[in-house]
């Protein structure tokens, strides 16, 4: 492999959004703020190469390379940069269908439906009109109803409200491996929120206390996408009312939000479905060899 990585820095993330900002598909892995967030967890490495970011993982796993794809010579860059060929994971539908349509028989792409991206209109999620959303508005009615709660959009300042409404969320969990992840994936980015650039945030607070928060960050001028979204069980609805309160004060000027994968949980599929996406956005697992 004729180039070098290096771990994620700070200092290059104007660098790096730059090139996201040219990707004919914007997945929320990889914008920056998921990628800082979960670095740690698995060790994200990057090398910027033919105006490309490559990124790889600790175990030397590569994902897909950000930027603008349709703008390059593929048949150049990839055999140059992988003799051997390699095999690429998370790869966004869009590049995975280009390099199927130029290497034809090189290329073989599993699909994975846990790892699809579920796309919604914000204009629906915050309307909730129609029998299809009639136990979502339930649920708020419910919530609005039985506590004195306030709504306040986030940011850097607010740090404290966020981790205690994570801590709090945590101690109603079952231990989780997962979720410690997890966890530590929401400090990394609530600590570095100033130098993470796209970031939107949305808390309700009842008795001067989180009850829910959400953390967003800006795939595009169009896209949010949900990076994270806590609310406490002691409050019954309280996930439904985060959900259309910070797409309505916070993100009303996006037309489609991002709510990440299911990971093939069924209840959380089940979940996210009930939703009603418009789109999702598909990723694969790909595999080039040329013969």
């Not at 992988?82 to 869009?94: A, H, L, Q």
């Not at 994270?228 to 993100?251: C, D, H, P, T, V």
């Not at 959380?268 to 013969?291: E, I, Q």
Request: aromatic content about 14%; overall charge neutral.
């Amino acid at each position: 492999m004729p180039f070098s990585f290096a771990p994620l820095s700070l200092e290059r993330v104007d660098e790096y959004r730059q090139l996201y900002a040219r990707c004919p598909r914007k997945s929320a892995w990889y914008s920056f703020g998921s990628l800082w967030a979960w670095r740690a967890i698995h060790g994200f490495e990057w090398a910027f190469e033919d105006d490309m970011c490559w990124i790889r993982t600790r175990n030397g796993a590569l994902w897909a390379p950000v930027g603008a794809w349709d703008a390059v010579d593929w048949q150049k860059i990839l055999p140059r940069l992988f003799p051997d060929g390699s095999v690429f994971f998370y790869v966004p539908d869009v590049l995975a269908s280009l390099w199927k349509e130029i290497f034809r028989g090189d290329v073989t792409a599993g699909d994975d439906r846990s790892q699809w991206e579920y796309l919604h209109s914000v204009r629906e999620l915050v309307e909730l009109k129609g029998n299809r959303f009639s136990r979502k508005r339930s649920h708020i009615v419910q919530f609005v109803r039985n506590h004195p709660f306030h709504y306040r959009s986030l940011g850097e300042p607010d740090r404290d409200f966020i981790l205690e409404g994570q801590r709090l969320w945590m101690e109603e969990q079952p231990p989780s491996p997962s979720l410690e992840r997890e966890n530590l994936a929401v400090h990394e980015m609530v600590n570095q929120w100033s130098r993470i650039p796209g970031l939107l945030g949305g808390g309700l607070e009842v008795g001067g206390r989180p009850a829910a928060y959400t953390i967003g960050e800006a795939l595009s001028n169009d896209t949010i996408v949900i990076h994270f979204e806590k609310a406490l069980a002691r409050y019954n609805g309280a996930y439904q009312a985060i959900n259309r309160m910070f797409l309505e004060k916070s993100a009303s000027s996006f037309t489609i939000v991002n709510r990440e994968e299911d990971l093939g949980n069924e209840g959380m599929r089940v979940a996210k479905m009930s939703y009603h996406p418009v789109d999702f956005l598909r990723k694969c697992t790909l595999s080039w060899f040329p013969r």
